[in-house]
């Protein structure tokens, strides 16, 4: 298989990206969303129920003022929905919510905010766009769970959502505190008639399970409006975290037996991780740090960068051009925080046909021995790409304006 042909077949991949509207830029290089050595042991200050209350005495965020031509619509969850741990244990249910826009028409999406029902429960919410080819597959996903709404993690968990890495499906971040974002003037994205919008809420228990039912507010212009479109080019990379050599002996240190395991609880979409390989041109090997590489076939200028990786994820970098006189990093985090994974607008990068990208993760298993998550996986096992939350990806994603 080359490696075209395996992101062709990356239909079932299932990946988590966050990249909300931005409207103000930043210096390409460092995020200082989480300052201090990535060697330093990440020990929590206060307790998890401490923190789960500070994010709920967070005001909540500010609207900016309208564009000419701007307007917002609000959608609502159909009904309340209570969270629940979806495997029995835990502290958190990540929860998608079918929206519907009501589009006759095509429309341009130019920022977006979410309305937190309950601040006591929700976490951070994130905004896809579902075509109109996929709404059938989403309402039965709806009806099949009983409660509304259906479980998801890596994505909104619809079939072939992620088969184009040129151009995502996913629109805009939410954390408590964060105001209104907007795109850039005179960009937006495309939203086609008949399509919808999947809410997913991640929902934080340690405060209890109680009733939420929040909403989203979109703005948009319509869809003869002269905006130029903006894409998400996704850059994932294959994943191969051993266990520690002193903690080695669980049945699942065995890669091909990990191999069989996330086969076995995401079918199809559990061969992810070789396919990766296949587009990377990369061995496996394993190691903490992983990246790919990937050549740009069309010209575009970045405007926006995020990472996203999970719980286990230590640090992330994006590079252009890497190893020639035209390098330059374009995202940095020296130490990853899973509930901070917004995107970043950067000054524009302009890139040519034949240039390249590169996306670099670090993992670190002992991660594990610290984080509430893991509360009954303390047992390392050899982590490949997978969509659980103690799975693990590497993900670099760029906001993007292709050349005409």
């Known amino acids: 298989m080359t490696a075209r042909s395996a992101r062709r077949v990356l239909v079932s991949a299932a ?5 909300p509207f931005a409207a103000a830029c930043m210096d390409a290089g460092d995020d200082g969303r989480r300052a201090g050595d990535p060697g330093a042991l990440l020990t929590p200050t206060k307790p998890p129920e401490v923190e789960a209350q500070e994010l709920a005495a967070v005001p909540k965020g500010k609207l900016l003022p309208l564009r ?40 341009w999406l ?19 766009k579902l075509s109109p080819d996929d709404v059938k597959a989403a309402e039965a996903k709806d009806a099949a769970s009983g409660d509304p709404g259906w479980t998801c993690f890596g994505g909104t968990g619809i079939a072939g959502e992620f088969g184009d890495l040129d151009d995502a499906n996913w629109l805009a971040a939410w954390a408590p505190g964060g105001d209104e974002t907007k795109t850039r003037d005179d960009y937006g994205v495309r939203l ?31 869809g003869s409006t002269d905006l130029t479109a903006l894409h998400t080019f996704l850059m994932p990379a294959p994943v191969e975290l051993p266990c520690r050599a002193d903690h080695s002996d669980g049945p699942l240190c065995d890669r091909d037996a990990a191999a069989i395991d996330v086969k076995k609880r995401f079918g199809a979409a559990g061969n992810t991780n070789t396919l990766l390989h296949f587009l990377c041109g990369t061995e496996i090997e394993p190691s903490e740090t992983t990246t790919c590489t990937r050549p740009i076939n069309r010209g575009m200028t970045i405007l926006g960068v995020a990472g996203h990786m999970h719980l286990l994820g230590r640090k992330i970098t994006i590079e252009v051009n890497p190893g020639t006189d035209r390098e330059k990093t374009i995202l940095r985090i020296p130490v990853w925080d899973f509930d901070d994974q917004g995107s970043k607008p950067v000054d524009p990068v302009h890139l040519d046909p034949g240039d390249t990208v590169r996306v670099t993760c670090q993992h670190q298993q002992w991660l594990r ?20 939350s103690t799975d693990e990806m590497c993900l670099g994603m760029l906001s993007v304006a292709y050349d005409s």
């Not at 008639?193 to 319509?222: C, E, F």
């Not at 021995?369 to 659980?388: C, H, I, N, S």
């Open 15 to 19: 990946v988590a990206l966050v990249v």
């Open 68 to 107: 000419e031509g701007e307007q917002r619509m609000t959608l609502t969850m159909p009904e309340t929905y209570t969270p629940s741990a979806p495997y029995g244990s835990g502290t958190d249910d990540y929860r998608c919510f079918l929206l519907d826009p009501q589009l006759d028409q095509d429309v």
């Open 110 to 128: 130019t920022g977006s905010n979410v309305l937190p029902g309950n601040p006591d429960v929700v976490h951070h919410v994130i905004l896809f």
């Open 192 to 222: 086609e008639a008949g399509s919808r919008i999947v809410m997913q809420v991640h929902y934080n228990l340690l405060k209890g399970a109680a009733p939420d039912q929040s909403a989203t507010q979109l703005r948009w212009m319509p």
């Open 369 to 388: 021995d610290k984080l509430p998550a893991f509360e009954t996986q303390r047992e390392d096992r050899y982590v490949m790409w997978a969509e659980g």
